[in-house]
């Protein structure tokens, strides 16, 4: 066993499959293939499962498969670690993040650091669905508002207000509410997956939720902003969805005097990435553009 075959594993549940993994490492399918066979061999146990569409894990190929991404995510951050000095960051990044966010502001941002890291390279994903950073690979993610418990390793980098409107249209016909318990008459457009959904409002000093429902859920803050403005109800979302359409009278704030004075933007990693220098380099670097930019 040896680290390259460990690495070729790795690609190859990442990728699902044989002919993916080998595109990404510029292999042949055939090599890849004999290399996790031989991987197989060496540890007496089988690690995946084949079939001719997609490839599945064992329970102890899941266990390998995270135990050889914790070592070889500290060869790597041990590597850096010694050339920092002469190179800087390097290496690949895998980095999850919201859609909207990442278009507005991760796009440029990646591109600048890109600019300035010439041995850095990035395999972005733009999803407003929650990954599972582990079990997918992802080396880190981004994630807006409060954060479930977790392992994983949380920065906060920077606070954004979140505000609650609606088209003048709307108004007009079902009246502007007064205080959040008046969300109850009102159709709200929710962002997220299922379940109930609560929105955190300020009453009487103390932050409560308010359970809201409505004609539409998506899991993507611009569908929702853009039926609002269609006058299809309110909407609660971060600033930087809505400023434009705000900005030019399409929607207008309510409940202003009961929003909580901001959410906040994290960087998530595994634990046993915390040494590396190419991740602790990008999270500072965002910190500091997008304080700039998005301070509440």
């Given at each position: ?6 690495r ?9 499959n ?28 089988q ?14 190929g ?50 600048q650091?890109?600019?300035e ?13 929650t990954?599972?950073v ?7 993610a ?20 979140m ?33 109930i ?13 308010v359970?809201?429902?409505g ?12 039926a ?13 969805i ?17 929003l ?19 991740i ?6 965002l910190?500091?553009?997008l ?6």
């Amino acid at each position: 066993m040896n680290l390259d075959d460990m690495r070729i594993f790795v690609a190859t549940v990442d990728a699902h499959n044989f002919t993916a993994a080998a595109n990404r490492l510029s292999l042949s399918k055939q090599f890849v293939s004999r290399r996790v066979m031989a991987l197989e061999e060496a540890l007496g146990v089988q690690l995946l499962i084949r079939n001719t569409r997609k490839l599945a894990v064992t329970d102890l190929g899941q266990e390998f498969y995270e135990r050889a991404k914790r070592i070889l995510g500290e060869v790597e951050d041990a590597g850096q670690a010694m050339s920092l000095g002469r190179s800087g960051p390097r290496g690949l990044l895998r980095v999850s993040a919201p859609m909207s966010f990442g278009m507005l502001h991760l796009s440029p941002l990646v591109a600048q650091f890109l600019r300035e890291h010439g041995d850095v390279r990035f395999d972005m994903e733009l999803s407003d669905r929650t990954v599972d950073v582990v079990g997918e690979g992802f080396d880190m993610a981004i994630r807006i508002g409060t954060l479930p418990d977790s392992t994983l390793v949380a920065q906060k980098l920077v606070d954004v207000r979140m505000v609650a409107c609606c088209s003048p249209g709307y108004l007009r016909r079902r009246g502007r509410p007064a205080v959040p318990a008046d969300l109850e008459r009102h159709s709200c457009l929710l962002y997220g997956h299922g379940g109930i959904v609560s929105w955190d409002f300020v009453v009487d000093g103390v932050v409560k939720g308010v359970e809201v429902r409505g004609p539409l859920r998506a899991n993507n803050g611009d569908l929702i902003r853009d039926a609002a403005v269609a006058g299809l109800g309110i909407v609660r979302l971060p600033d930087f969805i809505v400023a434009d359409a705000l900005g030019r009278g399409q929607l207008v704030p309510v409940l202003e005097a009961f929003l909580p004075a901001a959410t906040s933007v994290y960087a998530v990693y595994p634990q046993h990435r915390q040494s590396s220098v190419t991740i602790r380099a990008f999270v500072e670097f965002l910190r500091k553009h997008l304080r700039k930019k998005l301070a509440a």
